[in-house]
């Protein structure tokens, strides 16, 4: 019985992806078989005995050691009191040393070691700077692997509380930071958008998604709520540090010597430009020596930005475009899309707009403000676009539908997107109304500028 029962569990190993050293003992597999059979149900107490001696005989017996470890120690820190939470977090920390010390191809390093950080941090392990320094090492390490947008917002809210305490980290360091946590966030939720939306347009299409496709929309949906969250936290953890009333004494006190440094003034003329500090002599100083340096796509932007501070529309539409043709990155030639687009949806030409809208996310499809003017300018349109009430107030399934992705692929305006929606959601067809009009399920055409399709809810 004992063989029987090894020999399966060598098969269940294989067959579950880990990984069983040929030289482990038959005790140390059948030692792991109880482990695991126990940790799956979350019998700790169980699992507990097993648990210790795979650790001192058997630390390469399986990765599943690792994986099922790991919970136990969290349920472990979780029932902890005050006075033990220490001990028992740092024992969490060492433990995932070991799986990467024995498991290092499966063991991504960076996720690793901001895992680790993030335990220093929600414990009070060492000082803030040591968790600050964790955390850089991680990102430093292997910055690709690292995908918890609590490990990317955390790394960020210290620099900033370092910076306020005068500890070793300066302005200019957290507004970089900032730049790096912001992009990271973007990019991690936009790539679980992407996943999220190939199956809601399923689903919409009238196709039923299975079990476990629906359960993959709700971590999605879960996730993404997350990002939202502590995108909106990175931006209340730079606060008041970020206004143009820092930004300006801080760039201007270097403008004397820097004035000459390419670089420098791309870089700060673009936190000006970002912060709508562009009303200002130090802006326009940039600007000018920076066209005088190196004519660039950057250059031409920003005499936009001016020309259109002074409201000579002409010229700020010829330097934007001018941006755009000479621009070999996506997201600044996103950007300047986006302000020739706020140009026409602001002169009520939507149809325009949209199109320049839809080459900004063509280019950076992160940029979340893109999809709440879109949605602000279906809305404004319901009453135009539409042969009935009910198909007109339809519309506003649209603009809501819209509105949220904002958050989803920008998530420092999830709060804005998901209040907007459901603003949105209140101004369509009611369930009642859905009832009485019988389409429920019906997918409704819209006309004029939109030429778009919204499917009628079911319920």
Excluded at 369 to 378: F, K, P, S
Aim: hydrophobic share 35%; with cysteine.
């Amino acid at each position: 019985m004992k063989t029987r029962l090894t020999t399966f569990f060598v098969a269940l190993v294989i067959a579950g992806g880990f990984t069983a050293n040929a030289q482990i003992s038959e005790e140390c597999l059948t030692t792991g078989s109880i482990f695991v059979e126990a940790a799956k149900v979350k019998n700790y107490e169980a699992a507990r005995a097993p648990f210790e001696k795979l650790q001192k005989d058997c630390p390469n017996y399986s990765l599943a050691l690792y994986q099922y470890g790991e919970r136990l120690l969290k349920a472990d820190l979780k029932a902890a009191s005050a006075a033990e939470k220490g001990a028992v977090a740092q024992k969490l920390i060492e433990f995932l040393k070991k799986r990467e010390q024995y498991f290092p191809s499966k063991t991504p390093k960076g996720k690793n070691a901001a895992a680790q950080a993030q335990i220093m941090f929600d414990n009070k392990l060492g000082t803030p700077k040591a968790q600050f320094d964790a955390f850089q090492n991680a990102f430093n390490m292997d910055a690709k692997s690292i995908t918890s947008a609590k490990n990317i917002y955390t790394r960020f809210k210290l620099a900033v509380d370092l910076y306020k305490n005068g500890q070793q980290v300066e302005l200019q360091e957290v507004f970089d930071l900032y730049d790096d946590t912001q992009a990271k966030l973007n990019k991690e939720a936009t790539a679980l958008d992407s996943k999220l939306q190939k199956l809601v347009e399923k689903e919409e299409s009238g196709t039923a998604l299975s079990a476990k496709e629906k359960r993959r929309v709700k971590g999605y949906e879960t996730n993404l709520k997350a990002f939202g969250i502590f995108g909106g936290s990175t931006d209340g953890a730079l606060g008041e540090l970020g206004n143009c009333e820092n930004l300006v004494p801080l760039y201007q006190k270097d403008f004397d010597s820097m004035k000459n440094d390419k670089e420098w003034i791309k870089k700060a003329a673009g936190r000006l430009a970002s912060k709508d500090c562009t009303d200002t002599d130090l802006f326009k100083q940039m600007v000018e020596n920076l066209h005088r340096l190196e004519p660039s796509a950057k250059s031409a932007k920003y005499l936009g930005i001016l020309a259109g501070n002074r409201g000579d529309s002409a010229a700020e539409a010829r330097y934007y475009q001018e941006a755009i043709d000479l621009e070999t990155d996506p997201k600044e030639r996103a950007n300047a899309y986006y302000r020739l687009a706020e140009k026409a949806r602001k002169s009520g030409s939507y149809g325009k707009a949209r199109g320049l809208y839809n080459k900004a996310l063509s280019e950076d499809p992160s940029y979340g403000i893109v999809y709440l003017r879109i949605a602000a300018m279906y809305a404004a349109s319901a009453n135009n676009c539409g042969q009935t009430t009910f198909d007109k107030r339809a519309v506003y399934w649209l603009a809501a539908s819209t509105a949220q992705r904002a958050g989803r692929v920008s998530p420092s305006l999830a709060g804005t997107a998901n209040k907007t929606a459901a603003s949105y959601r209140a101004l369509a067809p009611s369930t009642a109304d859905v009832f009485t009009s019988g389409k429920a399920g019906q997918t409704i055409k819209i006309g004029c500028w939109i030429g778009s399709s919204v499917r009628v809810p079911n319920n």
